[in-house]
């Protein structure tokens, strides 16, 4: 026979070396989980993941961590400067929503303010009905008719010295009820922050009333 027909062909041999090759991968998967047992059992515990795997701190948890953290030199300090009072100013707008007192911003803060909101808050102001009365008028002045036109102009300016007269005067009634409780002393600014707010309607003040219309005043404690 000739020595040919000893000679494996290569279709012999690819099943043997693929065959080898899966021996090799199985010994090395199992080399691998074997090296990861063995570090669990030495360490009592898991190894915690790195990177991504690792949980995602909140961002309120973030930010604490921030505010808490001593910085180092001079720009991060005046990062952590920055983001101290982007918080403050996002606690304060919260708070004009909500009449958090505790976060109010200075123009609102204290209890003479509070007082001073809650005199006008119970009492009827001008202010409330002032804008639908102008829109009713600025309607009527569309009419093509000199009669109309001229009331008009007379009821749009009736109406705001009108506003302005009861503004002027809730703002008094506002200062007195400070001075009152908690002396002249504190009651600087006061007519005019209750003036700005008797001009508005009560669903747009800020920070919002506490007191019902014709309730009685909330008590407030001085500082």
Same mark, same amino acid.
């Given at each position: 026979?000739?020595?040919?027909?000893?000679?494996?062909?290569?279709?012999?041999?690819?099943?043997l070396i *693929?065959?080898?090759?899966?021996?090799?991968?199985?010994?090395?998967?199992?080399?691998?989980?074997?090296?990861?047992? %063995?570090?669990?059992?030495? %360490?009592?515990?898991?190894?915690? =993941?790195?990177?991504?795997?690792?949980? /995602?701190?909140?961002?309120?948890?973030?930010?604490?961590?921030?505010?808490?953290?001593? =910085?180092?030199?001079?720009?991060?300090?005046a990062a952590?400067?920055?983001?101290?009072?982007?918080?403050?100013?996002?606690?304060?707008?919260?708070?004009l929503v /909500?009449?958090?007192?505790?976060?109010?911003?200075?123009?609102?803060?204290?209890?003479?303010?509070?007082?001073?909101?809650?005199? *006008?808050?119970?009492?009827?102001?001008?202010?409330?009905?002032?804008?639908?009365? *102008?829109?009713?008028?600025?309607?009527?002045?569309?009419?093509?008719?000199?009669?109309?036109?001229?009331?008009?102009?007379?009821?749009?300016?009736?109406?705001?010295?009108?506003?302005?007269?009861?503004?002027?005067?809730?703002?008094?009634?506002?200062?007195?009820?400070?001075?009152?409780?908690?002396?002249?002393?504190?009651?600087?600014? *006061?007519?005019?922050?209750?003036?700005?707010?008797?001009?508005?309607?009560?669903?747009?003040?800020?920070?919002?009333?506490?007191?019902?219309?014709?309730?009685?005043?909330?008590?407030?404690? =001085?500082?």
């Amino acid at each position: 026979m000739p020595p040919e027909a000893f000679k494996p062909s290569h279709d012999a041999e690819h099943p043997l070396i *693929i065959r080898r090759l899966s021996a090799v991968m199985l010994l090395r998967r199992s080399s691998v989980k074997d090296g990861q047992t %063995d570090s669990v059992d030495l %360490d009592g515990a898991p190894d915690e =993941p790195a990177g991504k795997g690792r949980p /995602t701190p909140k961002r309120a948890a973030a930010r604490q961590a921030r505010r808490n953290q001593t =910085p180092k030199n001079r720009k991060e300090a005046a990062a952590l400067t920055r983001d101290k009072r982007r918080q403050e100013r996002m606690a304060a707008r919260q708070a004009l929503v /909500t009449g958090d007192e505790r976060n109010l911003p200075a123009r609102d803060a204290g209890p003479e303010k509070r007082l001073a909101r809650d005199v *006008i808050d119970s009492r009827f102001t001008y202010g409330q009905v002032f804008f639908g009365l *102008i829109a009713v008028v600025f309607l009527a002045s569309l009419i093509p008719v000199t009669a109309v036109h001229t009331a008009d102009n007379f009821v749009a300016l009736f109406s705001l010295a009108l506003m302005f007269l009861d503004g002027a005067t809730n703002g008094r009634r506002a200062r007195s009820a400070v001075v009152a409780k908690y002396g002249k002393e504190n009651a600087r600014g *006061i007519a005019v922050y209750a003036f700005m707010r008797a001009l508005f309607p009560r669903r747009l003040r800020r920070p919002p009333p506490k007191v019902k219309r014709g309730g009685a005043l909330v008590a407030t404690e =001085p500082r």
